[in-house]
Antibody, heavy 119, light 110 residues
Framework: EVQLVESGGGLVQPGGSLRLSCAASGLTVSSNYMSWVRQAPGKGLECVSILYSGTSTYYADSVKGRFTISRDNSKNTLSLQMSNLRPEDTAVYYC?????????????WGKGTTVTVAS | QSVLTQPASVSGSPGQSITISCTGTSSDIGRYDYVSWYQHYPGTAPKLIIYEVSYRPSGVFNRFSGSKSDNTASLTISGLQAEDEADYYCSSYTNYRTWVFGGGTKLTVL
């Protein structure tokens, strides 16, 4: 079964850090565009970071300089290192993938992990 | 405020058809045929139901269909069923090499 499972969410104070992980099964994280999409309470979806082929990356302006996306091919996992967290980063974070490097839609999503930034 | 504009809510009775619109710009929906739609039940993983404007993944009922005209995409659900009650999000690839999403539409089956 093709599956993405996120972990690492939790409650953190403003200015703190968290590392989200996404474990992949039935698929290989190195063969697709992998991304993190978040949904703040009562809001729509926002693509915050993308890992293209190789090491090319994208970050939304709202997280640039604070978040770092990476993948570990040996463990088949995707990570999102988040630092200097702000209350507006509070959201459910989803790990997603595209079917391949030539498709521009997200065919597999995890169930999400919740990040709450509050004092 | 989301980049793509969707109605906050739509409703319909069982058996009826509904259409959800999704309006973008010439940098996203108007530029590429890379519009996708997702069905989301709160607390679960969003599910892809339409990709590349009008294609359905295997296993998605043909009651779901998509289309696009200029900067606006549409999702139509025909023969509404109670299980279709969910949130629906549109998305488009953009010329900035990222994806943008709509704010989501809550479908209520009366």
């Amino acid at each position: 079964e093709v599956q993405l499972v996120e972990s690492g969410g939790g409650l953190v104070q403003p200015g703190g850090s968290l590392r989200l992980s996404c474990a992949a099964s039935g698929l290989t994280v190195s063969s697709n565009y992998m991304s993190w999409v978040r949904q703040a309470p009562g809001k729509g979806l926002e693509c915050v970071s993308i890992l293209y082929s190789g090491t090319s990356t994208y970050y939304a302006d709202s997280v640039k300089g604070r978040f770092t996306i990476s993948r570990d091919n040996s463990k088949n996992t995707l990570s999102l290192q988040m630092s200097n967290l702000r209350p507006e980063d509070t959201a459910v974070y989803y790990c997603t993938r595209t079917p391949d490097f030539y498709s521009y839609y997200m065919d597999v999503w995890g169930k999400g992990t919740t990040v709450t930034v509050a004092s | 405020q989301s980049v793509l504009t969707q109605p906050a809510s739509v409703s319909g009775s069982p058996g009826q058809s509904i259409t959800i619109s999704c309006t973008g710009t010439s940098s996203d929906i108007g530029r590429y045929d890379y519009v996708s739609w997702y069905q989301h039940y709160p607390g679960t993983a969003p599910k892809l139901i339409i990709y590349e404007v009008s294609y359905r993944p295997s296993g998605v009922f043909n009651r779901f269909s998509g289309s696009k005209s200029d900067n606006t995409a549409s999702l139509t659900i025909s023969g509404l069923q109670a299980e279709d009650e969910a949130d629906y999000y549109c998305s488009s690839y953009t010329n900035y090499r990222t994806w943008v999403f709509g704010g989501g539409t809550k479908l209520t089956v009366l």
